[in-house]
């Protein structure tokens, strides 16, 4: 099955403990991003990454980090998590097709509380 | 900056009404008009997805109307039902320039349909 899986669902964490959640896509896909999820706001890009080794800073990136050394997966790194880090996040891929309208499929999210 | 604003925030229909999200948007450059569903518990999903050149599309109970000049598009849901419940996200972008779209998520609209 056509996924992209996330982990953890649901994290609960201390201010300043380095956290990582995993997302994995199984589609052979080359672009990537990530979201964090806020009510009011809609949902923010973090970081993307259009392929292996190549990522950038979306609109919220303050905090994060991310890599990617394979394809297939796109980490999200919170180095020292504070309390305005808790959100829900998403992790997205899509093809990249040049001129073409590429649909983004999404993850199941991960819910993450910063106490 | 706000370059996308959805409304209304929250809606409740009764089974069997229409249903109309709308969109706004600031940015010229846009070129790739979807609309993603969200059900609680799950990472969006795209519905349907407009493109420029026409003024109206239609899946099933879905339809998208785009008006270029005023730089407005909206979702019209026909014989709204329980099942459409959920939150419901514009989500323009550039799709022709650089294949994978960067997408600006509007900031949601809660869909209610009631029995």
């Known amino acids: 099955e056509a996924q992209v899986t996330q982990n953890p669902r649901y994290l609960i964490t201390v201010t300043g403990k380095k956290l990582t959640v995993t997302c994995s896509q199984n589609?052979?896909?080359?672009?990537m991003s990530w979201y964090r999820q806020d009510p009011g706001l809609g949902l923010r890009q973090i970081y993307y990454?259009?392929?292996?080794?190549?990522?950038d800073k979306g609109d919220v990136p303050e905090g994060y980090k991310v890599s990617r050394k394979e394809k297939r997966n796109f980490p999200l790194i919170l180095e020292s998590p504070s309390p305005n880090q808790t959100s829900l996040y998403f992790c997205?891929?899509?093809?990249?097709?040049?001129?073409?309208?590429?649909?983004?499929?999404f993850g199941p999210g991960t819910r993450l509380t910063v106490l | 900056q706000q370059q996308v604003k959805q409304s209304p925030q929250s809606l409740i229909v009764q089974k069997g009404g229409i249903s109309i999200i709308n969109c706004a948007y600031e940015?010229?450059?846009?070129?790739?008009f979807p609309w993603y569903q969200q059900f609680p518990g799950k990472g969006p999903a795209l519905l349907i997805a407009?493109?420029?050149?026409?003024s109206e599309k239609k899946e099933g109970r879905f339809t998208i109307s785009f008006n270029k000049s005023a730089k407005q598009f909206s979702l019209h849901i026909m014989d709204s039902q329980p099942g459409d419940s959920a939150t419901y996200f514009c989500?323009?972008?550039?799709?022709?320039?650089?294949?994978?779209?960067?997408?600006?998520f509007g900031q949601g609209t809660r869909l209610t349909i009631n029995p």
């Open positions: 997205a891929s899509s093809t990249r097709e040049t001129h073409s309208y590429n649909e983004q499929f």
């Open positions: 589609m052979n896909h080359e672009y």
């Open positions: 990454s259009m392929n292996v080794e190549v990522t």
């Open positions: 940015n010229t450059a846009f070129d790739y």
């Open positions: 407009i493109r420029p050149d026409v």
């Open positions: 989500a323009p972008g550039e799709g022709q320039r650089q294949g994978a779209q960067k997408l600006v």
